[in-house]
Nanobody
């Protein structure tokens, strides 16, 4: 089992940047594919980005491509989401998740472990 704790959320103006972090503890971090999801008010949880165990290979939601970058540091048991050029529609609670599968799923079902989430609010 792995425990996940997100941090780095906050309030930012449109066009600004934030970097989210997700610290993992428990089982070996490098054995998990990691993903970021978000849930906007009144909407379902939605895929944002995922990264392979080694860090070589990523997948993104089309609307964040070129603005968001997912990365990981297996030595620090941490996955990051660098968010640039933020828009009001990026406002959501952001969750990190871990999957034992090697596939970069955009579906939340294959992800076995979830953090509690961190709020990101982008003002216009």
């Amino acid at each position: 089992q792995v425990q996940l704790v997100e941090s780095g959320g906050g309030l930012v103006q449109a066009g600004g940047s934030l970097r989210l972090s997700c610290a993992a503890s428990g089982r070996t971090f490098s054995r998990y594919t990691m993903g970021w999801f978000r849930r906007a008010p009144g909407k379902e949880r939605h895929f944002v980005a995922a990264i392979r165990r080694s860090g070589c290979g990523t997948n993104y939601l089309d609307s964040v491509k070129g603005r968001f970058t997912i990365s990981r540091d297996n030595a620090k048991n941490t996955v990051y989401l660098q968010m640039n050029s933020l828009k009001p529609e990026d406002t959501a609670v952001y969750y990190c998740a871990a999957s034992e599968s090697s596939v970069l799923y955009s579906d939340p079902i294959p992800y076995d472990y979830w953090g509690q989430g961190t709020q990101v609010t982008v003002s216009s």
